[in-house]
């Protein structure tokens, strides 16, 4: 995000604390398609992200006062949209793993970043990240869709940054299983009748 975008948001934000309803309609316009992408993958039903999206920026405008800067703009707003999808959908409870674990896990495969980075439209990638634990989907969302930094993903998912860290390593190694699998079904001739 270039430095002109920051320094816009933070103005916008001190016009919304000022009660400003054009800033907040500005706010909106600038990110509220992000929001709203990051939001579809808490759930498959538009409607629904389109009103938790409506209460993050109801949120954002009650709150803007508050905003302290102690992270980016877009940053603080993904975090308010997490705590808004957090309170309209039920939370599976995550698989219990011992995290000192996961922090000495390498990870031996190759990298996925390149085949996100080159478009999350393709509907592989898509189908992939959908069938991944929604831990493991929202961490690779935050640090490769939306370009969030680490230390903001730690911030936005309230963990530790070796937690953000080691998510991010078992994430790519589950998306790339997936994606092998996928390769290999497509690479796998039917069967013909003689």
């Not at 995000?1 to 909106?28: C, F, K, N, S």
């Amino acid at each position: 995000m270039a430095e002109t975008d920051v320094d816009a948001d933070l103005q916008l934000i001190q016009r919304i604390a000022g009660g400003d309803r054009e800033a907040l309609t500005e706010m909106y316009r600038h990110h509220g398609q992000d929001v709203l992408q990051y939001l579809r993958h808490f759930t498959s039903d538009r409607g629904l992200a389109e009103e938790i999206m409506q209460d993050t920026f109801l949120a954002v405008w009650k709150n803007a006062g508050s905003y302290r800067r102690e992270a980016r703009v877009r940053a603080w707003l993904f975090g308010i949209a997490r705590r808004q999808a957090c309170k309209h959908l039920p939370r599976p409870l995550p698989p219990h793993v011992n995290p000192a674990e996961l922090e000495t896990l390498p990870a031996p495969d190759p990298e996925p970043e390149a085949a996100l980075l080159a478009g999350i439209a393709r509907d592989e990638i898509r189908q992939a990240l959908f069938r991944l634990a929604p831990i493991h989907r929202e961490i690779l969302l935050l640090t490769f869709v939306h370009a969030l930094s680490y230390a903001e993903t730690a911030d936005i998912l309230g963990v530790p940054l070796g937690t953000v860290k080691s998510r991010l390593s078992n994430a790519k190694r589950s998306l790339r299983g997936l994606l092998d699998e996928e390769s290999q079904s497509d690479s796998t001739p039917d069967e013909v009748d003689p």
